[in-house]
């Protein structure tokens, strides 16, 4: 089987968010065996390294590692890094801190922990007034699903905006493509092309 294309992200433990990355090529069954995952998993699966399998994977493929005392994630590359600009998904917060993205939406499982834990990075600028928090609720055989909305102060004006056009009428269009890239930030460029590259939501959201 040839070499295929890896990712490690060193994340943030004040954001959740990618430091830096690192890519590199090795063989799918190297890794499998090295995290102990089932080869078929390896795909379309993210893990989280432990040390020892840092190590590990050091050592098999020759890649020097930094020091990093946050979480290592490792994935493959997905098709929207394709993009010849940042897309926010899994950015949100650090843009909204550096004011470059006025609205973003997480939403998951209430207490599950990844969903919690980015929650709470979010909290301490929802309480401090920076950030306009929004909450909606499913809830459904005794479990609770929540979507949460993020705005800059004096953006909350997009809650309702993003309502209104995911409620509006089908089929989806590009205009409306358009619409809601404007609400999540992304110049009129970037939206253009997203479009013209093929890429469309809701069938996939790619950057809140």
């Not at 930094?66 to 994630?73: A, K, L, Q, S, Y």
């Not at 993205?101 to 990844?114: L, T, V």
């Not at 950030?131 to 005794?142: Q, R, S, T, V, Y």
């Not at 953006?155 to 409620?167: G, K, N, P, V």
């Amino acid at each position: 089987m040839p070499p295929e294309t890896f990712v490690l992200k060193f994340l943030s433990p004040e954001t959740g968010c990618s430091a830096h990355e690192k890519r590199f090529e090795a063989e799918r069954a190297v890794i499998a065996s090295i995290l102990d995952a089932d080869i078929s998993q390896i795909a379309t699966h993210s893990f989280y390294p432990e040390e020892v399998q840092l190590i590990a994977l050091t050592s098999a493929i020759e890649l020097p590692l930094p020091e990093w005392n946050g979480e290592v994630m490792l994935t493959r590359p997905h098709r929207i890094y394709e993009a010849p600009y940042l897309i926010h998904t899994n950015f949100e917060l650090p843009l909204m801190l550096e004011g470059r993205k006025p609205f973003a939406i997480i939403d998951g499982e209430e207490g599950f922990d990844w969903f919690e834990a980015m929650r709470d990075r979010f909290r301490p600028h929802v309480e401090s007034g920076r950030f306009i928090e929004k909450i909606k609720a499913l809830h459904g055989g005794g479990r609770t699903f929540l979507t949460v909305y993020y705005a800059l102060s004096g953006e909350e004006w997009r809650f309702q905006a993003y309502d209104d056009l995911m409620d509006g009428p089908r089929p989806w269009t590009e205009e409306m493509e358009r619409r809601q890239g404007h609400l999540f930030g992304y110049t009129p460029e970037q939206c253009h092309w997203w479009i013209a590259n093929g890429f469309r939501r809701p069938s996939l959201i790619a950057g809140s």
